[in-house]
């Protein structure tokens, strides 16, 4: 009922940046929250960054004043700048919403992950 495609990953020198695309499709009734996690191998998955419908912004300690979420609500999208990258930024990256379908049905909706490699 409700697909998310990610795109915008890739590979990147350390210092430079990448912009992370997400967007929700199909029956939305109301999106409350938009967010991304990433996840490396043997380690739980994190959340980076969120953002309400509201605008209310939230950010992992160690991406504070490099990342930055932003969101268009006419087309259901959210964005993720990342700018002065890091090796350990290296993961794949997962979008998250919490979606309405109806009045009464609430559920989180998850991408497919986008890889972000951060090398030399």
């Known amino acids: 009922q409700v697909q998310m495609v990610e795109s915008g990953g890739g590979l990147v020198q350390p210092g430079g940046s990448l912009r992370l695309s997400c967007v929700a499709s199909?029956?939305?009734?109301?999106?409350?929250?938009m967010a991304w996690y990433r996840q490396t191998p043997g380690k739980p998955r994190e959340l980076v960054a969120s953002?309400?419908?509201?605008?209310?912004?939230n950010y992992l300690d160690s991406v504070k004043g490099r990342f930055t979420i932003s969101q268009s609500n006419a087309q259901n999208t959210v964005y993720l700048q990342m700018n002065s990258l890091k090796p350990e930024d290296t993961a794949v990256y997962y979008c998250?919403?919490?979606?309405?379908?109806?009045?009464?049905?609430?559920?989180?909706?998850w991408g497919q992950g986008t890889q972000v490699t951060v090398s030399s």
């Open positions: 998250k919403a919490r979606i309405a379908t109806t009045s009464h049905d609430l559920g989180d909706y």
């Open positions: 199909g029956r939305i009734f109301s999106i409350n929250i």
């Open positions: 953002i309400t419908a509201g605008g209310t912004t």
